[in-house]
């Protein structure tokens, strides 16, 4: 409980601090289209909390409303952070490894099975539409206790999110794989992908040849089709009791409670449709209050002020995600190649063209690459302490005309995310490691006596990684001899430990180095902490309606109004584009939780994830008692 205060303080006094963000949002979740307390209270003040009617008496509404969201580089400023052309920009760049002048922010063609010399432009303009009918019931019990309320709320939604992504490619290319890059022989570029909308969509992977295959992207995927799904939002519900209530004021509180029916993040696109609140149960507290200030001496006309606070904790939800790797935005679309043991005929030597004394590396290069996103996907528990939905409203009535004039305040704070022990992911379950730029097979010079079927130029695996690169370079640097791999020695070929002959960066080539040993990715290189996100928006909005008084018992009412959401970005351009600082790699974990020791990044990274959109809705309904 403790904790859950401490969060509402930081929530209400600590969400305006700036702080860099050079993370990027692996789920992107705005507030829930059932959390709005806006069009909750909107066109409703005299029709719930009335003073004095000693029976049971209630109001059901129904509305109809559609949202569009704007400010469309924002988002893709959240889904894609450094990598955009700049700050005003909702572009990347994709461009191989042997394109001049190749920009800090491309992303490496390599990655995506396209040629080494293939460039292109991709846009992004992110975008969310919804539209609902929210029912709401609200009864007032006064016959069982003077003040005592309940209500109950759910809006089935039809929710539909577009990147409207778009390529545009400058260089369709024309380099081949060269000798050693992905297989023994060089990949022709008809066997290639023709663009990164292809990688994008793509369900079958890549053939290279060899029996050795590029596996299709399965997480993370980035659609240029829209992407809609349709569900009850959440079931929320309150119960209170108005303890200060007269004709012309009141002031209650109440348990408020959500139950999750909305869709289950599935971690299958990067700009995932979500309904609902991520499938979180909800427990906490609604207070609420108003005060006429002026009333006419008729009592036909009158001005007052509401107030209404729906504060909850947002309980463990089982989700499905993807991540980055620490210290590299954007490493889901990495490139990882499969890694494993036995090492067959691989050694290696710490001196150029000697075979004595050489090791065997403790894995080797198996025939296999995977996207990263396949291997971090995985089964987390996410938990956020405080969600806040604060409204204030003016109402101005006269007769049956009714006008409000409000501000909405929404805030989230940091989920805590916690990686499912029950299921590992392939990242914990397999070997992998980064490829990079790496070449991944070398050749001998030469027989292997204890191998009398692998001829001269026979090719051989190698445990050739790439820890350090990146999504927009790897270490090798063009490079035909692996000079950037990780624990670089010079590679040679034979079998326990008795080398025999070099081996090459191609058949009659210069000897070409492998990693002893290779550095695999575990669970403790996953940037569980920067996948985190949080919430934080504005809100303006009025509402006009009409009550028909003339009736006794049922009183129909009907009305429209509209609303503009502000979402709070997390800092100017200039800071959350920033370069994050390397890694420190001297420590281990032997848990299924992941090390905090190894993590010298900005660690207060929590992307702000949050929705600024417009929206107009209908609201009518009918009042009895």
């Given at each position: 409980?403790?904790?859950?205060?401490?969060?509402?303080?930081?929530?209400?006094?600590?969400?305006?601090?700036?702080?860099?963000?050079?993370?990027?949002?692996?789920?992107?979740?705005?507030?829930?289209?059932?959390?709005?307390?806006a069009?909750?209270?909107?066109?409703?003040?005299?029709?719930?909390?009335?003073?004095?009617?000693?029976?049971?008496?209630?109001?059901?509404?129904?509305?109809?409303?559609?949202?569009?969201?704007?400010?469309?580089?924002?988002?893709?400023?959240?889904?894609?952070?450094?990598?955009?052309?700049?700050?005003?920009?909702?572009?990347?760049?994709?461009?191989g490894?042997?394109?001049?002048?190749?920009?800090?922010?491309?992303?490496?063609?390599?990655?995506f099975?396209?040629?080494?010399?293939?460039?292109?432009?991709?846009?992004?303009?992110?975008?969310?539409?919804?539209?609902?009918?929210?029912?709401?019931?609200?009864?007032?019990?006064?016959?069982?206790?003077?003040?005592?309320?309940?209500?109950?709320?759910?809006?089935?939604?039809?929710?539909?999110?577009?990147?409207?992504?778009?390529?545009?490619?400058?260089?369709?290319?024309?380099?081949?794989?060269?000798?050693?890059?992905?297989?023994?022989?060089?990949?022709?570029?008809?066997?290639?992908?023709?663009?990164?909308?292809?990688?994008?969509?793509?369900?079958?992977?890549?053939n290279?040849?060899?029996?050795?295959?590029?596996?299709?992207?399965?997480a993370?995927r980035?659609?240029?089709?829209?992407?809609?799904d349709?569900?009850?939002a959440?079931?929320?519900?309150?119960?209170?009791w108005n303890?200060?209530?007269?004709?012309?004021?009141?002031?209650?509180?109440?348990?408020l409670?959500?139950?999750?029916t909305?869709?289950?993040?599935?971690?299958?696109?990067?700009?995932?449709?979500?309904?609902?609140?991520?499938?979180h149960?909800?427990?906490?507290?609604?207070?609420?209050?108003?005060?006429?200030?002026?009333?006419?001496?008729?009592?036909?006309?009158?001005?007052?002020?509401?107030?209404?606070?729906?504060?909850?904790?947002?309980?463990?939800?089982?989700?499905?995600?993807?991540?980055?790797?620490?210290?590299?935005?954007?490493?889901?679309?990495?490139?990882?190649?499969?890694?494993?043991?036995?090492?067959?005929?691989?050694?290696?030597?710490?001196?150029?063209?000697?075979?004595?004394?050489?090791?065997?590396?403790?894995?080797?290069?198996?025939?296999?690459?995977?996207?990263?996103?396949?291997?971090?996907?995985?089964?987390?528990?996410?938990?956020?302490?405080?969600?806040?939905?604060?409204?204030?409203?003016?109402?101005?009535?006269?007769?049956?005309?009714?006008?409000?004039?409000?501000?909405?305040?929404?805030?989230?704070?940091?989920?805590?995310?916690?990686?499912?022990?029950?299921?590992?992911?392939?990242?914990?379950?397999?070997?992998?490691?980064?490829?990079?730029d790496?070449?991944?097979?070398?050749?001998?010079?030469?027989?292997?006596?204890?191998?009398?079927?692998?001829?001269?130029?026979?090719?051989?695996?190698?445990?050739?990684?790439?820890?350090?690169?990146?999504?927009?370079?790897?270490?090798?640097?063009?490079?035909?001899?692996?000079?950037?791999v990780?624990?670089?020695?010079w590679?040679?070929?034979?079998?326990?430990q008795?080398?025999?002959?070099?081996?090459?960066?191609?058949?009659?080539?210069?000897?070409?180095?492998?990693?002893?040993?290779?550095?695999?990715?575990?669970?403790?290189?996953?940037?569980?902490?920067?996948?985190?996100?949080?919430?934080?928006?504005?809100?303006?909005?009025?509402?006009?309606?009409?009550?028909?008084?003339?009736?006794?018992?049922?009183?129909?009412?009907?009305?429209?109004?509209?609303e503009?959401?502000?979402?709070?970005?997390?800092?100017?351009?200039?800071?959350?584009?920033?370069?994050?600082?390397?890694?420190?790699?001297?420590?281990?974990?032997?848990?299924?939780?992941?090390?905090?020791?190894?993590?010298?990044?900005?660690?207060?990274?929590?992307?702000?994830?949050?929705?600024?959109?417009?929206?107009?809705?209908?609201?009518?309904?009918?009042?009895?008692?």
């Amino acid at each position: 409980m403790k904790r859950v205060y401490l969060s509402l303080i930081y929530l209400l006094f600590g969400t305006y601090q700036l702080q860099a963000a050079c993370s990027v949002a692996q789920l992107y979740s705005p507030r829930s289209q059932g959390v709005n307390a806006a069009r909750e209270l909107a066109g409703l003040t005299n029709h719930i909390n009335i003073f004095d009617m000693e029976k049971f008496y209630g109001t059901f509404a129904v509305t109809p409303e559609y949202t569009r969201s704007f400010d469309n580089n924002r988002i893709a400023e959240s889904l894609f952070g450094n990598s955009l052309n700049g700050c005003e920009s909702s572009a990347i760049t994709i461009s191989g490894s042997t394109v001049a002048d190749r920009g800090p922010n491309d992303w490496l063609a390599d990655y995506f099975g396209l040629p080494t010399d293939f460039e292109s432009n991709l846009t992004f303009r992110p975008r969310v539409t919804n539209f609902l009918v929210d029912f709401y019931l609200y009864l007032g019990l006064d016959e069982w206790l003077c003040g005592l309320f309940c209500f109950i709320h759910t809006p089935i939604v039809n929710s539909r999110w577009d990147l409207n992504f778009e390529e545009c490619i400058v260089a369709e290319g024309s380099a081949n794989y060269p000798i050693g890059y992905f297989t023994p022989q060089a990949v022709p570029r008809a066997t290639l992908r023709n663009s990164f909308t292809e990688y994008a969509t793509d369900c079958n992977g890549i053939n290279l040849g060899n029996d050795i295959y590029i596996a299709p992207l399965q997480a993370a995927r980035i659609s240029p089709e829209s992407k809609s799904d349709t569900a009850l939002a959440d079931i929320r519900f309150a119960l209170g009791w108005n303890f200060l209530q007269d004709v012309d004021y009141h002031f209650g509180l109440g348990i408020l409670g959500a139950a999750p029916t909305g869709s289950r993040p599935k971690g299958q696109f990067i700009f995932e449709p979500i309904v609902g609140n991520g499938h979180h149960w909800e427990l906490g507290g609604l207070l609420w209050g108003h005060a006429t200030f002026w009333r006419s001496e008729c009592e036909e006309k009158f001005l007052s002020g509401w107030i209404q606070a729906n504060i909850t904790h947002m309980f463990k939800a089982h989700q499905y995600r993807f991540f980055d790797l620490k210290c590299k935005p954007n490493s889901r679309y990495m490139l990882a190649e499969r890694m494993d043991n036995p090492v067959n005929l691989l050694l290696s030597n710490t001196m150029e063209n000697v075979t004595d004394n050489s090791t065997v590396p403790n894995n080797q290069f198996k025939d296999l690459y995977a996207p990263v996103a396949n291997l971090t996907l995985q089964e987390v528990d996410t938990t956020v302490g405080v969600q806040a939905d604060i409204v204030v409203l003016l109402n101005y009535t006269r007769c049956g005309f009714s006008w409000d004039l409000g501000y909405n305040f929404w805030a989230r704070t940091c989920e805590k995310i916690t990686p499912n022990c029950s299921c590992p992911p392939l990242i914990q379950s397999q070997k992998w490691a980064l490829k990079g730029d790496a070449f991944t097979f070398g050749f001998t010079n030469g027989d292997i006596p204890t191998t009398p079927d692998t001829p001269a130029g026979s090719p051989v695996a190698l445990s050739a990684t790439e820890s350090s690169a990146t999504i927009h370079v790897g270490t090798n640097n063009g490079s035909l001899i692996n000079n950037g791999v990780d624990n670089l020695q010079w590679a040679v070929a034979g079998e326990n430990q008795a080398a025999t002959v070099l081996l090459l960066n191609q058949p009659n080539g210069s000897q070409t180095q492998t990693s002893n040993n290779p550095i695999l990715l575990t669970l403790d290189d996953v940037d569980f902490k920067a996948a985190r996100t949080k919430g934080l928006s504005q809100k303006v909005f009025t509402h006009v309606s009409y009550s028909w008084l003339d009736n006794e018992d049922w009183t129909p009412y009907l009305g429209f109004g509209a609303e503009v959401e502000f979402a709070m970005k997390d800092n100017s351009c200039e800071t959350s584009l920033c370069n994050r600082n390397p890694c420190s790699s001297t420590c281990t974990t032997g848990s299924c939780t992941p090390s905090t020791t190894c993590y010298n990044c900005n660690e207060s990274d929590c992307r702000r994830c949050a929705l600024s959109q417009w929206g107009f809705w209908i609201k009518g309904g009918v009042s009895f008692n």
